[in-house]
């Protein structure tokens, strides 16, 4: 009983703390917040096909620089989807490399819901304009032996995907004797595993489009993921960047963690910058901490400060 009294008499003396309250969530960028700002545009525009997805942007440092310039393939997002986004997405953060003293490739490709889409069209499309590199290197003083490659959303896929076309078997459709060699990739917000994201119904572009991406099983193409799925073909041999916000409610954090532990586990350096209060739309918006993050890493690449 005095125990009590006791307690109860310590509890009443006690000053009852102010709890603070928790802070307000991030207030993210939309994709209005970006899209409807004033757009820059490349120097440049080449085709590789007839259709009018199939073209590369260029965009080339202005000034005193002297090339050839060290260059970025850049690859857009959209869920692999032409209706969602096309290449112009990017314009912005390719003009701040292009200010940067960094020539952008900035390649446009058919989606799954465009004639000619989906496999093996929406690979060869990726495939062929990075390829362009290569023959108007000489056109543009581009220089392609430190090649890196950066794509957003489902552009980080076919980025890593581009990277790790040496590993692609000589039997399959997407198979290319020469491919351009990219030596350091950068995913933005990606999706590298093709696997995994047919079977997370919590990533923004659903389950569906990875089925039309890949297509269906065949006698002849048997494994659908295994000449399309980044983790099927690891270890790519090159340093892999992954650049994922803490609050992308487009791509599930898991997508780019469980990457990283398959990465590493096949021998492959993979490095996940995680950065916080960041959306999906943060990651291609030229003033924000997640594009720093980005540039710096493409800087240092070719031994450039910011």
Same mark, same amino acid.
């Given at each position: 009983?005095?125990?009590?009294?006791?307690?109860?008499?310590?509890?009443?003396?006690?000053?009852?703390?102010?709890?603070?309250?928790?802070?307000?969530?991030?207030?993210?960028?939309t994709?209005?917040?970006?899209?409807?700002?004033?757009?820059?545009?490349?120097?440049?525009?080449?085709?590789? @096909?007839?259709?009018?997805?199939?073209?590369?942007?260029?965009?080339?440092?202005?000034?005193?620089i002297?090339?050839?310039?060290?260059?970025?393939?850049?690859?857009?997002?959209?869920?692999?989807?032409?209706?969602?986004?096309?290449?112009?997405?990017?314009?912005?953060i390719?003009?701040?490399?292009?200010?940067a003293?960094?020539?952008?490739?900035?390649?446009?490709?058919?989606?799954?819901?465009?004639? @000619?889409? @989906?496999?093996?069209?929406?690979?060869?499309?990726?495939?062929?304009?990075?390829?362009?590199?290569?023959?108007?290197?000489?056109?543009?003083?581009?220089?392609?032996?430190?090649?890196?490659?950066?794509?957003?959303?489902?552009?980080?896929?076919?980025?890593?995907?581009?990277?790790?076309?040496?590993?692609?078997?000589?039997?399959?459709?997407?198979?290319?004797a020469?491919?351009?060699?990219?030596?350091?990739?950068?995913?933005?917000?990606?999706?590298p595993?093709?696997?995994?994201?047919?079977?997370?119904?919590?990533?923004?572009?659903?389950?569906e489009?990875?089925?039309?991406?890949?297509?269906?099983?065949?006698?002849?193409?048997?494994?659908?993921?295994?000449?399309?799925?980044?983790?099927?073909?690891?270890?790519?041999?090159?340093?892999?960047?992954?650049?994922?916000?803490?609050?992308?409610?487009?791509?599930?954090?898991?997508?780019?963690?469980?990457?990283?532990?398959?990465?590493?586990?096949? @021998?492959?350096?993979?490095?996940?910058?995680?950065?916080?209060?960041?959306?999906?739309?943060?990651?291609?918006a030229?003033?924000?901490?997640?594009?720093?993050?980005?540039?710096?890493l493409?800087?240092?690449?070719?031994?450039?400060?910011?």
């Open positions: 009983m005095i125990r009590l009294a006791f307690l109860a008499l310590v509890a009443m003396s006690t000053p009852v703390m102010a709890q603070t309250p928790a802070p307000p969530p991030p207030k993210l960028l994709w209005p917040d970006l899209t409807e700002r004033p757009k820059p545009m490349p120097d440049a525009t080449i085709a590789y @096909g007839t259709d009018q997805m199939q073209k590369v942007d260029v965009w080339l440092p202005k000034g005193k002297k090339g050839p310039f060290p260059v970025v393939v850049m690859v857009h997002g959209g869920c692999w989807t032409t209706s969602i986004a096309d290449r112009s997405l990017m314009n912005w390719a003009d701040d490399l292009r200010n003293g960094v020539a952008v490739w900035n390649i446009d490709y058919r989606g799954v819901d465009r004639t @000619g889409g @989906g496999y093996p069209g929406t690979f060869a499309d990726a495939a062929t304009a990075a390829d362009q590199l290569t023959v108007n290197a000489k056109k543009y003083n581009l220089d392609t032996r430190l090649v890196l490659a950066i794509g957003h959303s489902a552009g980080g896929h076919l980025a890593l995907w581009l990277t790790a076309r040496p590993k692609i078997p000589a039997s399959s459709p997407l198979y290319t020469h491919p351009l060699r990219i030596r350091h990739v950068i995913s933005l917000g990606g999706l595993d093709l696997e995994a994201t047919a079977t997370n119904a919590d990533n923004g572009c659903g389950t489009v990875v089925a039309k991406l890949v297509s269906t099983p065949t006698p002849q193409h048997p494994d659908v993921y295994a000449d399309t799925s980044v983790a099927r073909l690891l270890p790519l041999g090159v340093k892999q960047d992954l650049v994922n916000g803490r609050e992308d409610r487009i791509i599930p954090f898991v997508m780019a963690t469980d990457y990283i532990v398959k990465a590493k586990a096949a @021998g492959d350096t993979a490095t996940l910058h995680t950065i916080p209060a960041t959306g999906h739309v943060e990651l291609i030229p003033e924000t901490p997640a594009w720093a993050e980005a540039k710096r493409i800087l240092s690449y070719f031994g450039k400060s910011q």
